[in-house]
C-alpha cells in the first residue's frame, strides 16, 4: 500500500515549483489563480524571490502549499494513494490533494493560518527547540515540571522530539534536558511556539474560517496531526484541524499507524526530502520515494 506524504514549514526554498510552471500548462494555471486569490505575486517570490522572502510565514506557508498540491495533480492518474497525510501545514496539502478540499478553499484557508499564525507570534515572543537523543517520556516529563509554557510540540521520529513555548521556558527546559540525557537541544530559528497554548488566537481566528469551508468525503483516509488515526468523516477532519494549531504533530505515531496499517511505500509530495528521512528513521525497510 502507499502512503502520499506533505511535508510543512521548512522545506521551502527559492525556485519551488518553478519546473511546473514552465512545463505544465495546467500547473501555470493553478499558479495563476493562486496570484489572483492570494492578491499578490507568489510564483515571484517562489521562483526568484530571497530566502528572506521565502521565510515569512504568510508567504512560506501558501508557497510550500502551492507545490506539494500543484505537483500532487501534476501526477494525474498516476496519484493513487490508500492513505495521506501531512506534517503540520502539510495536513492541508494532503486534503486537497486527497478531494476533501478544494484548491481554492484550501489555499484561502492556509493563507488565513499563516497570517492568523503570524499575528499570535507578533503577541509574545516565543520559539521552539529540537530535542534529540532522548525518549519522548523523558521529554515530557522534563516539560511539565517546568513553571513557564513549555510543551512538546511535534513528535518526529523516535528520539527527535521539538518542543515549543515561551523563550524562557524553551531556555530553561533545553538545559534541564540536556542533564536529563539529551544528546542535543537545538533552539530553532522560527517565528514562534507553533502548536502550543500560545496559539490559541490563531485557534479561534481559523475556527470560524473551518467551520464556514466545504468539506467533503475524500478518497482516502488522512492520517491527522491530533490524534494520529485514520479519519474519513469530514466533520471529524474540521474539528481535528482546528485542534492542530494548539496540539503536538504525532508524526512519528502516524507513521507507526500507516505501517501497521499496510503501509509499504511512503511517496513525500512537496519540496525537500525531510518527512522521507523520518520514514527511514523508524523502518529502514521501507521504500521512500519523491513524487
Known sequence: MKS??????????????????????????????????????????MFSGTEEDLRQTKVTQPAIFLHSVILANSLGDNFKPDMVAGHSLGEFSALVANKTLSFEDGLVLVSKRALAMQKACEKEVSTMAAIIGLDDESVEKVCEGINEIVVPANYNSPGQLVISGSVKGIEIACEQ?????????????????FHSPLMESARIE???????????????P?????????????????????SQLTSPVRWAQIMQNQISDGALIFIEVGPGTVLQGLVKKIDRSLETLSA
Not at 525556485?15 to 492570494?38: P, Q, V
Not at 534536558?177 to 511556539?193: D, I, T
Not at 475556527?207 to 467533503?216: C, E, G, L, R, V
Open 4 to 45: 502520499y506524504v506533505f511535508p510543512g514549514q521548512g522545506a521551502q526554498f527559492v525556485g519551488m515549483g518553478k519546473d511546473l510552471y514552465d512545463n505544465s500548462e495546467e500547473s501555470k494555471n493553478l499558479f495563476e489563480k493562486a496570484n489572483e486569490i492570494l492578491g499578490f505575486k507568489i510564483t515571484d517570490l
Open 177 to 193: 534536558l540536556k542533564e536529563a540525557g539529551a544528546k542535543r537541544a537545538l533552539p530553532l530559528k522560527v517565528g514562534g511556539a
Open 206 to 220: 481559523l475556527a470560524d474560517a473551518i467551520n464556514s469551508t466545504s468539506f467533503k468525503n475524500g478518497i482516502c
Open 222 to 242: 488522512i492520517y491527522q496531526n491530533v490524534d494520529a488515526a485514520a479519519v474519513t468523516d469530514p466533520e471529524k477532519i474540521k474539528q481535528n484541524l482546528i
